[in-house]
């Protein structure tokens, strides 16, 4: 495109333009990179040498500090914990809202835009603000302190978004292929199984990771739900570990380290995906 | 004749079983995720607005008040001074997010869109922090902040001692401290979203401009502004809805009473503290608690509403 910002054949003033931003956009991504650089280095060091020159490299690189992190601080269980808690939840999340999607989206019957409706109220309104109401609803229920309460909060959280995505994608599948299936004796189930799902495959990846990112990363649930160091996720295994070693600073960067470097391997080989998958609510 | 009747029968039969199969094909896909809606999104909406008319003792509900918690929440002390003291920070995370995350975010999101050398790549490097857990940065940018941590030394390294803070121990720079650390995490979101609607806006048009000798300035005021307006409405909603839900980012800095001496406070935390711990050393206040739930569902809706409508106003159709 003509317009875009190239240095070849450019006028003098706008080279200098270029450069300008260039240096701008290197600057912001050493301010990105340069903390989380220095988070990994200093897990290697000893608190002693974080102080005093917070800059160098450590002397040595021994896996001490992770080996004490991951498995005498928990946090292999705390790993565990996610992995269960978000696994459970995105499979459910993907089950009852394909299904729901395609109820609402390929039948016409009364009723059907309350229905989508109701589904969607739950985008807009943080479900934090009704954390009082949940906490009696899952005492109630004899949840406290379970892994199912915070997985049904996940999946409840996760519907209304993938019941708007997937049912605008399932609009778009011709009729003709659902009539041809019924010729062949399908039944609506194996229609939705064998017919749409496959169809709609590209926007179940984007859900996954819309939904599947938020639930990994989410604290306010779990803090308020799981107690017992047995069934904590990790960020709030990560926040129970920062009060119990608050002045043991290689220790801490470690367990950040531990927190942050697995999202950030799974990155480097999928960012277009999470790149869509995270801006498809914004992104049209 | 007979024969033919027999059919039109069968046939009608037929279509009132292939009704009632359909009903119940609709029922169940469509049950199990309502349920889980219904009970864990609605139900618990409703209950916020019925409890909080009510008198609670720890968590027994007591008598119907009406209005009551939501005129001590707003008329008597210490409420009233920690909600609006709460909800200012929470008016200054809006504002600052706006002005510098948005901004930026629309700078880098147009300048990405220039194709300038690295673009790639540059665009894969910004989006890396909104990928993780908020406990995990604020946690982080916790250390860093500290008086003896990165940000102090590398000030002194750089030969600026002398602007060496205590970052989150001071009243007046916690907050604005916290803002910026959220905004490092957060600024490569809107820049992607606004980049993938500066890529939307038709190549002619942008060409056109510009072989007509128009200025970078009017091309970015006169031609790309108004045709995003779409996503500057969906980032300013998304920025409400996230500035009334700041809580893990007070909670990892500067910790739940929103210290030092409540500068850091915002609706998050307080009403975390009214409902789970208190308000000032006490025991749970449901009643209170229900009140600024509420208050965070009506500021959330109505503020959405808002801005959809004043952006609305100046969207342009092509």
Redesign the interface.
Known sequence: MITDFRYRGAPALKKAFISFVLLIMIVYVILILYPLFNMFISSFKTNRAILSTPFSLPEQYDFKNFATVWIDKGFAGYFTNSIIVTGIAMGSILLFGSMAAYGISRYSFRGNILIYMLFLSGIMLPLKAAIIPLFLLIKNMGLMNTRLSVIMIFIAMGLPSTVFILSGFMKAIPLELEYAARIDGCNDFTIYRKVVMPMVAPAIALVTIYNSVPIWNDFFFPLVFLQSNAIKTLPVGLSTFFGQHSTNWALLFTGLSIAILPMLILYLFMSKYFIQGMTAGAVK | MVHYLCTMENQGWNMNRRQRN??S??T???T???L??????????F??LY?SLFSWNQ?IRGEFVGLENFRRLLGTYPYRERFLNALGNNVTWFTSTMLIQNTLGLL?GF?LS?????SQL???????????????VG???G??LKP?G?LN??LD?VGLGSFKMPWLGMESLATPSIIMVNI?RWVG?PS??FL??IDNVP?EC??AA??EGVSEWK?FWKIIFPLII??IT??T??TV?GS??V??QI??MTGLDGAPNYSTDTI?TL??RT??GSIDAGSPE?GI??AI??V??LL??AI?LASIFVTKRSEVQL
């Open positions: 359909t009903a094909w609709i169940l896909f469509v199990p995720g309502l889980i809606v219904g009970l864990f999104i609605l139900l618990p909406l209950m916020s409890n968590l880098f300048l220039r194709k300038i050398p690295g540059f665009r894969r490097i910004f989006f890396i922090p909104v990928l993780f857990s908020i406990v995990a946690f982080l940018w250390i860093y003896s990165l030394n590398f390294l490092w979101f992607l979203v993938a609607a190549v942008l060409e510009y072989l091309l779409p996503a969906i980032i909603v998304l809805i009334l839900n809580f893990e909670y990892t998050g009403f975390y409902a789970f449901i608690g229900s739930g509420l965070i569902y959330t809706f959405s």
